[in-house]
């Protein structure tokens, strides 16, 4: 068992790709969209993982989050069996000072979408952020993967603007 404790930002510019030491395509859907439980299947690159993550916490800091790696040949016939609206992205690993963020650039529905999420130790800590963070999303649900493979984000975007 473990809390997952992170927050996720909007990315205003592309210079998070010079800093980036790796990069994975990730394709994913989900089993189950329940906000209370869902569950994901994930082919990241050459692996593949089916994750639990329970309820988020009222400031959408922290939640459960169970995972465990399974044969991607497992991954590809789950994937078939998933909700509709499968996740396409790019995830890039970039490192800033002592902490490292997860930023995945997302295409088909949801291009366009770059968002950046660094996982904590805990809920108050400090840290430096980059040049090309922007607006802080943590606890909005559009921007949860579960809800974007539901409602993509081409049909809310313009509402942004």
């Known amino acids: ?19 980036s030491y ?18 994901r299947v994930r082919i ?8 639990i993550k329970g309820i988020s916490s009222k400031n959408g ?13 497992e991954a590809e016939v789950l994937l078939d069996l998933c909700e509709p609206g499968k996740i396409e992205k790019v995830r890039y690993l970039v490192k800033n000072d002592n902490h490292t963020f997860e930023v995945d650039e997302f295409f088909g529905k949801n291009l366009g979408l770059i968002i950046a999420e660094i996982e904590l130790n805990k809920e108050d800590e400090i840290f430096v952020k980059p040049s090309w963070l922007g607006e802080e999303v943590t606890g ?17 975007k313009k509402d942004l603007e």
């Open 61 to 73: 800091l922290s939640r459960f989050e169970w995972e465990k790696e399974i044969p991607v040949v």
């Open 140 to 156: 909005d649900v559009r921007y949860y993967n579960s809800q974007l493979s539901k409602d993509p984000y081409i049909n809310w």
């Open 22 to 39: 790796q990069q994975t395509r990730i394709i994913q859907g989900f089993l189950n969209t329940d906000p209370e439980r869902t569950v």
């Open 1 to 19: 068992m473990m809390i997952e404790i992170e927050r996720k930002f909007l990315v205003k510019s592309s210079d998070f790709k010079t800093g």
């Open 44 to 51: 990241n690159g050459k692996h593949a993982f089916i994750t």
